[in-house]
């Protein structure tokens, strides 16, 4: 009795242990942020030669032999986990089943991932955004124009700890000036100097007498000095301003620094009554401490200061490809990319946004389905042992056989 009786058995014995591990794999990596699940699928092994034989009509015909089963492991790329809120300020989930992030390893390898549980690391002096593997998450850098980087690399957080004052350089107030009853009406206007984090500039109509509807403008500031030409404010008999509609002024600091403001006072009226609701608008700022970093909605990491301002470090690099499924998975949470994947674009750029794709303070589950695992365990466990008894079978018949010939 040939030997080869054994051979589909002893195939199919290690086709469903490669099977229980693709089941144990899954389960084990149920709460693994970002894991896609693997499916063990099995093939036919065939003979490698055809058999031949000629009939009486000497015609031929050909088969192949069938001698057991071998498998391969497919990933659930494009199945996607499900997002729940972590509250960290470095995770983010991915919304598009076709979109991962960009990491790099300590040579310079690029993996893609869906695992956004991101972290800081000091990496040659320097705090990176890694992955929970160590590895540099990939982005492009705020340069000194504000503007980000073309091309990829790893994100650095590099900010300072304290963010200087912004001078104003641009104000807009709306006003009234009451047309009776007053010589003089004063508006303050909140500005800010290069070291200054903000002084009341007092802005004072002064009603001239010589002439209808006109006032003498001044500006006053404690620890400054406010210089400008000689204004005269004009009004029309209905109440609106006439000119001037802009006024330049510089203000000298005590500290010694000055900044230049364009002030619009298009919007001020001459009307009966009271001051009424002043309006001022500018685009000054105090100074602030630095609070903390995190990731926004559009992929950009922040530094936010004790001034309710921020300052943008870097955009997160998320591509997608145009075969996804072709992506070689490294380990469950890690893919490399080779040409079969097609054209790899990117969703947020660095002058592209990916619309409604990130959750912030948040992660992307497995996509293991523990129903369907243990299903398949109990499939896997119950073909192991038919397999077992083939085996088992197969050696007694050869038992058999061998007690015959003795």
């Known amino acids: 009795m040939a030997l080869s009786i054994f051979f589909p058995s002893v195939t199919g014995l290690d086709a469903q242990s490669t099977a229980l591990g693709s089941v144990s794999d899954n389960i084990a990596n149920i709460r693994t942020t970002g894991y896609k699940a693997a499916d063990t699928l099995f093939y036919t092994l065939l003979g490698s030669q055809p058999i031949s034989k000629n009939n009486a009509a000497g015609l031929s015909s050909s088969r192949v032999d069938v001698s057991g089963v071998g498998t391969y492991t497919r990933y659930n790329i494009l199945q996607a986990g499900e997002i729940t809120s972590t509250g960290n300020v470095y995770d983010v989930a991915l919304e598009d089943s076709n979109a991962f992030f960009m990491v790099t390893d300590e040579y310079g390898q690029t993996y893609y991932t869906r695992a956004g549980d991101f972290d800081t690391l000091p990496i040659d002096g320097k705090t990176a955004l890694v992955n929970h593997n160590g590895y540099a998450v990939q982005g492009f850098q705020v340069q000194e124009d504000g503007t980000f980087a073309q091309t990829p690399s790893d994100i650095i957080l590099a900010f300072e700890d304290h963010m200087a004052s912004v001078p104003t350089s641009d104000v807009e107030i709306t006003a009234n000036v009451p047309a009776t009853g007053v010589n003089t009406s004063t508006y303050g206007i909140t500005v800010y100097g290069p070291e200054n984090d903000g002084a009341t500039m007092n802005m004072i109509f002064n009603k001239n007498h010589d002439a209808?509807?006109?006032?003498?403008?001044?500006?006053?500031?404690?620890?400054?000095?406010?210089?400008?030409?000689?204004?005269?404010?004009?009004?029309?008999?209905?109440?609106?301003?006439?000119?001037?509609?802009?006024?330049?002024?510089?203000?000298?600091?005590?500290?010694?620094?000055?900044?230049?403001?364009?002030?619009?006072?298009?919007?001020?009226?001459?009307?009966?009554?009271?001051?009424?609701?002043?309006?001022?608008?500018?685009?000054?700022?105090?100074?602030?401490?630095?609070?903390?970093?995190?990731?926004?909605?559009?992929?950009?990491?922040?530094?936010?200061?004790?001034?309710?301002?921020?300052?943008?470090?870097?955009?997160?690099?998320?591509?997608?490809?145009?075969?996804?499924?072709?992506?070689?998975?490294?380990?469950?949470?890690?893919?490399?990319?080779?040409?079969?994947?097609?054209?790899?674009?990117?969703?947020?750029?660095?002058?592209?946004?990916?619309?409604?794709?990130?959750?912030?303070?948040?992660?992307?589950?497995?996509?293991?389905?523990?129903?369907?695992?243990?299903?398949?365990?109990i499939q896997v466990q119950r073909a192991y042992n038919l397999n077992s008894n083939a085996f088992t079978v197969a050696n007694e018949m050869t038992s058999v056989a061998i007690d015959l010939k003795s």
């Open 212 to 377: 209808v509807n006109t006032w003498n403008v001044s500006f006053a500031i404690d620890g400054a000095e406010v210089v400008a030409e000689p204004i005269e404010a004009k009004f029309s008999p209905d109440g609106k301003l006439v000119s001037p509609q802009e006024i330049n002024l510089t203000v000298n600091w005590e500290d010694g620094t000055s900044n230049t403001i364009s002030l619009d006072i298009s919007n001020m009226t001459q009307y009966d009554g009271g001051d009424g609701e002043v309006y001022v608008s500018q685009d000054g700022a105090p100074g602030g401490d630095l609070v903390g970093s995190y990731i926004d909605s559009d992929g950009i990491l922040k530094a936010e200061y004790t001034n309710n301002r921020t300052l943008n470090v870097a955009k997160l690099a998320v591509v997608s490809f145009q075969a996804p499924e072709n992506l070689v998975p490294v380990s469950g949470t890690l893919f490399e990319a080779y040409s079969d994947v097609g054209n790899t674009s990117y969703v947020i750029g660095p002058d592209t946004v990916g619309s409604n794709l990130l959750r912030t303070q948040s992660l992307e589950g497995s996509n293991v389905n523990l129903e369907q695992e243990f299903s398949e365990l």
